[in-house]
């Protein structure tokens, strides 16, 4: 049976949404309450926890190379990473190459930050995960290594760090 690419592409849209939303929003939330308030007193939001996910994984890189991998604006970017910056979660140097480039990078702060929130997620996400059979766990566990590998083939990028800054 041949499958049709744009069935396919429906898929992804449909699914990802509710992967995103049934399990990633809700262990923030659900697992988190203090800490989330704390974050969220900070004036904060969701778009700050990714960005800061987003450099964690990337490295020291300009506001204008992570807002392109974000597919965020550098206008909307800026007041993100403004107050990340306030927030000691980031922090910023002048690019060595070329001066006029400020690049962002995790502070010790944000990486301490980010371990937490990471273990706190994933801990989550495992009570999440207890009432599913074994041979349930095996399957979403391959279906997302295989998942995984596609991506990085549509994506053309086995190194996800930024070679541009």
């Not at 506001?63 to 980031?90: E, Q, R, V, Y």
Request: one cysteine or more; aromatic letters at 6%; proline letters at 2%.
């Amino acid at each position: 049976m041949e499958i049709d690419k744009d069935c396919v592409a429906d898929e992804i849209m449909n699914t990802l949404p509710t992967l995103f939303k049934g399990i990633f929003q809700s262990c923030v939330r659900d697992s988190e309450a203090n800490e989330e308030q704390e974050f969220l007193s900070k004036h904060m939001s969701m778009s700050h926890l990714h960005v800061l996910f987003a450099i964690e994984k990337l490295g020291p890189c300009s506001i204008s190379n992570i807002a392109k991998k974000m597919l965020i604006s550098k206008p909307n970017m800026t007041p993100i990473i403004d107050k990340l910056i306030l927030s000691g979660f980031i922090k910023r140097e002048y690019s060595q190459k070329d001066r006029r480039v400020i690049n962002v990078y995790i502070s010790e702060e944000g990486k301490v930050f980010i371990k937490e929130k990471k273990e706190k997620i994933r801990k989550t996400i495992a009570e999440k995960l207890i009432n599913l059979r074994h041979e349930d766990l095996s399957d979403l566990y391959i279906a997302l290594g295989t998942i995984k590998s596609i991506f990085i083939k549509l994506n053309n990028e086995e190194n996800s760090q930024c070679n541009e800054c």
